[in-house]
C-alpha cells in the first residue's frame, strides 16, 4: 500500500484566499484524522471521521475551517478566508480500528502570506 | 481531559550510548493505549512502539523499549545503541481504548552526536 497520501506537499497562498488540502487514507482503514502541527500549540487534533462521518469536530479552531469524507478514499479540509495564522504543518492520518495506531500522511505545510 | 507532558524539550546523546525519553500523561480511564512517533526532518510521522496499558511487560522493538508504569502514569522511551539516525523529534501518544483520539505531547528534540 502507498499509505496516507496527502496532497500538496507544500501550499503558499494570500490571505483571504481558500484553500483546499487533500487526502486519500490507507485502503481499508475506517478512521479518518486531520491534525495541525506548529511550533506554538504541537501537534493538534482538529477533526475525525469514522466510516466517512465526523465524530469530533471540536478542534475545528473556527468556522473558517471545514472538513468533508465523501467517500471511504477521499477527504478535504478547507480554510475560507485563509489567514496568516493558519500557516502550519497540517496533517492526515487513518487506522483501521479504533485500537490501533494512526499512520500519517507526510502533511501539507501551509504558508499564508 | 487527556493529557501528555513532554516536559523535556530537548536531549542529546552520544552515538552508540543509551538514551531514555520521559513522558507522563494523565487520565482516569483503565483502557488506553501509549505510543511513540518519531518525526525526522522530513517531517513523516513514523510509529516506534505502542504499548497496551492492560498489558503489564513492557513493549520492544529491537533498540527500543518502553518503561510503562501505570501507576505512575509514566511512559519512558529508551533508546539503546543510538544511532544518527535516531535524530528526529519525538512524540508521546495517548489514546483512549472507547475512542479513537489520538492525544500528542508538545514532543522532544533529540540530538545524536557523532
Known amino acids: 500500500d502507498a499509505g496516507v497520501i496527502q496532497s500538496p506537499r507544500h501550499e503558499v497562498t494570500e490571505m483571504g484566499q481558500e484553500v483546499t488540502l487533500r487526502c486519500k487514507p490507507i485502503s481499508g482503514h475506517d478512521y479518518l484524522f486531520w491534525y495541525r502541527q506548529t511550533m506554538m500549540r504541537g501537534l493538534e487534533l482538529l477533526i475525525y471521521?469514522?466510516?466517512?462521518?465526523?465524530?469530533?469536530d471540536s478542534g475545528m479552531p473556527e468556522d473558517r475551517f471545514s472538513a468533508k469524507m465523501p467517500n471511504a478514499s477521499f477527504s478535504t479540509l478547507k480554510i475560507q478566508p485563509s489567514e496568516p495564522r493558519d500557516s502550519a504543518v497540517y496533517f492526515c492520518a487513518s487506522s483501521y480500528y479504533r485500537n490501533t495506531e494512526a499512520f500519517f500522511g507526510q502533511g501539507t505545510r501551509l504558508t499564508v502570506v | 481531559a487527556q493529557t501528555v507532558t513532554q516536559s523535556q524539550p530537548e536531549m542529546s546523546v552520544q552515538e552508540a550510548e543509551t538514551v531514555t525519553l520521559s513522558c507522563t500523561y494523565d487520565t482516569s480511564e483503565s483502557d488506553y493505549y501509549l505510543f511513540w512517533y518519531k518525526q525526522p526532518p522530513s517531517r513523516q510521522m513514523i510509529l516506534v512502539i505502542r504499548?497496551?496499558?492492560?498489558?503489564?511487560q513492557n513493549a520492544t522493538e529491537n533498540r527500543f523499549s518502553v518503561n510503562f508504569q501505570k501507576a505512575a502514569k509514566s511512559f519512558s522511551l529508551k533508546i539503546s545503541d543510538s544511532q544518527l539516525g535516531d535524530a528526529a523529534m519525538y512524540f508521546c501518544a495517548y489514546k483512549p481504548g472507547a475512542n479513537s483520539k489520538l492525544t500528542f505531547g508538545k514532543g522532544i528534540t533529540l540530538s545524536v552526536r557523532p
Open positions: 504499548q497496551e496499558a492492560y498489558k503489564q
Open positions: 471521521f469514522n466510516n466517512n462521518v465526523p465524530i469530533d
